[in-house]
């Protein structure tokens, strides 16, 4: 079992920038594909990034491609989102989520994810 905390929520103006990161217990981190999701309100959960177990392989939403980048460091038990030209649109909770199924090249499902933090807010507004 992993347990994961995210933090470096905030309020940016659109345009700018927020790394968000996602610390995880337990010494199996390196061995679980970890994710991103958001949930805006009003609106379902959705995903965001992924990466695989080794870092050597990402996948992404359209909607924040080129402007969000997932990365990993193993030796740390983290996963971080680097967000940049944020929108008002990226206005949400984000969520860390960890999956023993690896990456697959296609847009991964929320039902693969059986572990997640409890969210952090990210609101781009002026």
């Known amino acids: 079992q992993v347990q994961l905390v995210e933090s470096g929520g905030g309020l940016v103006q659109p345009g700018g920038s927020l790394r968000l990161s996602c610390a995880a217990s337990?010494?199996?981190?390196?061995?679980?594909?970890m994710g991103w999701f958001r949930q805006a309100p009003g609106k379902e959960r959705e995903f965001v990034a992924a990466?695989?177990?080794?870092?050597?392989?990402?996948y992404y939403a359209d909607s924040v491609k080129g402007r969000f980048t997932i990365s990993r460091d193993n030796a740390k038990n983290t996963v971080y989102l680097q967000m940049n030209s944020l929108k008002p649109e990226d206005t949400a909770v984000y969520y860390c989520?960890?999956?023993?199924?690896?990456?697959?090249?296609?847009?991964?499902?929320?039902?693969?994810?059986?572990?997640w933090g409890q969210g952090t807010q990210v609101t781009v507004s002026s």
């Open positions: 989520a960890a999956s023993k199924f690896p990456l697959y090249s296609r847009r991964p499902t929320s039902d693969e994810y059986a572990y």
């Open positions: 990466i695989s177990w080794s870092g050597g392989s990402t």
């Open positions: 337990g010494r199996t981190f390196r061995s679980y594909t």
